[in-house]
C-alpha cells in the first residue's frame, strides 16, 4: 500500500502544513469570523424583536383591559339611568292615572246623579199623564167625572 | 485488472528536496491546493458582504458554520465557541478533500486516504487538547488521567490507562479516517473492475457490478460527509476534556 511508504510522509506532511495553514489563517480566520458576528447580530436583532413584540402585547392587553373596565363602567351607568328613568315615567304615569280615575269617578257619578233625576222627573210625568188619560177615559167611557189626583190617588192605594 | 491500490499512489509532479528531505510537489499536494482553492472560493464568496438576511452563499457558509457551532456548544459549552473557527477548518478540510476525492474523470487523488495527512489532521486536535488543557488548568490537567472516584489502590492502573489511551487519540482519529477512505475507494475500484472483466463475458453481466458501484459511490458520498463529521465531533469531544476535565 503505498499509504505505509515513508518515502512519501515528510513530503506529504509538509504540504499539508503548508496548505493548512493557509487554510487556517489565510481563509477561514479572515472570513469565517464575519458570518459569525452577522449570526449574532441577527439572533441579537431577533431577539430584541421578540422582546418589543413582548412589550407591545403586554401594553396591548393593558389598553383592552382598561378598554373593558370603561365600557363596564359605562354599561352599568346607562343601565342605572334607564332603570331610573323607567321608574320615575312608572310614577307619574301611576299618578296620571291615577287623578284620571278620579276624575273619571266623578263624571261617572254626576251623570248617574243626572240620570237619577231625569228618570224621576219623567217618572212623575208619567204618573200625571196616566192619571189625566185615565180620568178622561173614565168620562168619555163611564161618564163619571174623577179628577186626575183621585186616580192617581187610587194608583198610590193600590 | 487495474490494482485497486494505484489509486492512492503518489506522483511527483515538481521534484523539490530542502536540506535531505524530499519535499516534492505531488499529485497528493495538488489535490490538497484544489481543495484549499474550492474552500477559499466558498468561503470568501460567501462572506463577501454578511448580510442580516443572507444570500444563497451566505446562507450556505451560515449552515456549516452554524453545524460546527452547535456542535461546540453541545460538546463543550459556551467556552468552546473560540475553538470554532479551528474545528471549521479542520472540518472543511477533511469534508473538502473526501468530496474532490470523489469526482471522477479527472484523476482526483483523496489526500484524506493517506495516513500522513490524516495524521498531520489529528495531531492538529491533539496538540490543541494539549496546550488548550495546559492553559486552562495548568498542571491540574493532569488530573484527567485520574477519574473522580477512582479507589486509591487501583489509581495507578487507571491513571496508566487513561494516559495510554490519552495518547493513542492521535493515532485512533487517523486511522479511522484513512482506513474509512482508503476501504471505500477500494471497494468502488474493485467493482469498477469487475463491470469490465464481467462485461467482457457478457455485457449483461456487466450490469449487476455496475448497480453494485452507483450504490457503492451513494454509500461512499456519504462517507465522506460522515467521516468529517464524525473527525469534527471527536475533536470537539477531546476538546471538551481540555476545557471542562471531564
Same mark, same amino acid.
Given at each position: 500500500?503505498p499509504?505505509f511508504?515513508?518515502a512519501?510522509?515528510v513530503s506529504?506532511l509538509f504540504?499539508?502544513g503548508?496548505?493548512f495553514?493557509l487554510?487556517y489563517?489565510a481563509?477561514?480566520r479572515?472570513t469565517?469570523?464575519?458570518v459569525?458576528k452577522v449570526?449574532d447580530a441577527?439572533e ?5 424583536d421578540?422582546?418589543?413584540?413582548e412589550?407591545?402585547?403586554?401594553a ?5 383591559a382598561?378598554h373593558e373596565t370603561?365600557?363596564k363602567?359605562?354599561r352599568d351607568a346607562?343601565?342605572? &339611568?334607564?332603570?331610573q328613568?323607567?321608574?320615575?315615567a312608572?310614577?307619574?304615569?301611576d299618578a296620571?292615572?291615577?287623578a284620571?280615575?278620579?276624575r273619571l269617578? /266623578?263624571d261617572a257619578?254626576?251623570?248617574?246623579a243626572?240620570?237619577e ?6 217618572r212623575a210625568?208619567l204618573?200625571?199623564?196616566v192619571a189625566?188619560l185615565?180620568?178622561?177615559?173614565v &168620562?168619555k ?5 174623577i179628577?186626575?189626583?183621585d186616580?192617581s /190617588?187610587?194608583?198610590?192605594a193600590? | 485488472?487495474a490494482n @485497486?491500490?494505484e489509486?492512492f499512489?503518489i506522483?511527483?509532479? $515538481? @521534484?523539490?528536496?530542502a536540506?535531505? =528531505?524530499?519535499?516534492? !510537489?505531488?499529485?497528493?499536494?495538488l489535490?490538497?491546493? *484544489?481543495t484549499l482553492l474550492a474552500v477559499?472560493? !466558498?468561503?470568501f *464568496?460567501g462572506?463577501?458582504?454578511p448580510?442580516l +438576511?443572507p ?20 460538546n463543550v ?5 473560540r475553538?470554532?473557527?479551528? *474545528? !471549521?477548518? #479542520?472540518?472543511? =478540510? #477533511?469534508?473538502s478533500?473526501n468530496?474532490?476525492g470523489m469526482?471522477?474523470?479527472v ?6 486516504s493517506h495516513i500522513? #495527512?490524516t495524521f498531520?489532521?489529528a495531531m492538529?486536535v =491533539?496538540?490543541? $487538547?494539549v496546550?488548550v488543557?495546559?492553559?486552562r488548568h495548568?498542571?491540574?490537567f493532569f488530573?484527567l ?5 477512582t479507589?486509591?489502590?487501583?489509581a @495507578?492502573? +487507571?491513571?496508566? *490507562?487513561?494516559?495510554l489511551?490519552?495518547l ?7 486511522i ?5 477512505m482508503? %476501504?471505500?475507494? +477500494?471497494?468502488?475500484?474493485?467493482f469498477?473492475? !469487475? #463491470?469490465?472483466?464481467l462485461?467482457a463475458?457478457?455485457?449483461?453481466l456487466g450490469?449487476?457490478?455496475l448497480g453494485?458501484? $452507483? ?9 465522506a460527509?460522515v467521516?468529517a463529521?464524525v473527525?469534527?465531533?471527536? %475533536?470537539s469531544?477531546y476538546?471538551?476534556?481540555? +476545557?471542562?476535565?471531564h
Amino acid at each position: 500500500m503505498p499509504q505505509f511508504d515513508p518515502a512519501s510522509f515528510v513530503s506529504q506532511l509538509f504540504w499539508f502544513g503548508v496548505i493548512f495553514t493557509l487554510l487556517y489563517f489565510a481563509v477561514v480566520r479572515p472570513t469565517l469570523p464575519k458570518v459569525g458576528k452577522v449570526i449574532d447580530a441577527r439572533e441579537a436583532q431577533v431577539g430584541g424583536d421578540l422582546d418589543r413584540a413582548e412589550a407591545a402585547k403586554g401594553a396591548a392587553d393593558t389598553l383592552r383591559a382598561d378598554h373593558e373596565t370603561a365600557m363596564k363602567a359605562a354599561r352599568d351607568a346607562a343601565q342605572a &339611568a334607564v332603570a331610573q328613568a323607567r321608574e320615575t315615567a312608572a310614577k307619574a304615569s301611576d299618578a296620571q292615572l291615577k287623578a284620571l280615575g278620579a276624575r273619571l269617578d /266623578a263624571d261617572a257619578e254626576a251623570a248617574a246623579a243626572s240620570l237619577e233625576l231625569a228618570l224621576g222627573s219623567a217618572r212623575a210625568g208619567l204618573e200625571t199623564t196616566v192619571a189625566e188619560l185615565t180620568s178622561e177615559a173614565v &168620562a168619555k167611557l163611564v161618564g163619571i167625572e174623577i179628577t186626575p189626583a183621585d186616580v192617581s /190617588a187610587a194608583i198610590a192605594a193600590r | 485488472m487495474a490494482n @485497486p491500490m494505484e489509486q492512492f499512489k503518489i506522483e511527483t509532479i $515538481v @521534484p523539490l528536496n530542502a536540506g535531505g =528531505f524530499d519535499l516534492s !510537489f505531488t499529485n497528493s499536494s495538488l489535490w490538497m491546493l *484544489i481543495t484549499l482553492l474550492a474552500v477559499s472560493a !466558498f468561503l470568501f *464568496i460567501g462572506t463577501a458582504r454578511p448580510q442580516l +438576511v443572507p444570500g444563497r452563499m451566505q446562507a450556505a457558509v451560515e449552515l456549516l458554520y452554524d453545524f460546527i457551532r452547535d456542535m461546540l456548544r453541545e460538546n463543550v459549552g459556551k467556552d468552546g465557541l473560540r475553538y470554532a473557527p479551528l *474545528i !471549521f477548518a #479542520v472540518f472543511i =478540510f #477533511v469534508l473538502s478533500c473526501n468530496l474532490i476525492g470523489m469526482v471522477p474523470f479527472v484523476h482526483s487523488f483523496t489526500p484524506t486516504s493517506h495516513i500522513a #495527512v490524516t495524521f498531520g489532521l489529528a495531531m492538529i486536535v =491533539f496538540i490543541l $487538547v494539549v496546550i488548550v488543557g495546559f492553559a486552562r488548568h495548568g498542571l491540574h490537567f493532569f488530573s484527567l488521567f485520574l477519574p473522580e472516584g477512582t479507589p486509591l489502590f487501583v489509581a @495507578p492502573l +487507571v491513571a496508566a *490507562i487513561e494516559f495510554l489511551s490519552f495518547l493513542s487519540r492521535p493515532f485512533t482519529l487517523a486511522i479511522r479516517l484513512f482506513a474509512n477512505m482508503t %476501504a471505500g475507494h +477500494v471497494l468502488m475500484k474493485v467493482f469498477g473492475g !469487475f #463491470v469490465v472483466s464481467l462485461g467482457a463475458v457478457n455485457i449483461g453481466l456487466g450490469i449487476i457490478p455496475l448497480g453494485v458501484n $452507483v450504490a457503492l459511490t451513494a454509500l461512499e458520498l456519504l462517507i465522506a460527509v460522515v467521516q468529517a463529521y464524525v473527525f469534527a465531533l471527536l %475533536a470537539s469531544i477531546y476538546l471538551n476534556d481540555a +476545557v471542562n476535565l471531564h
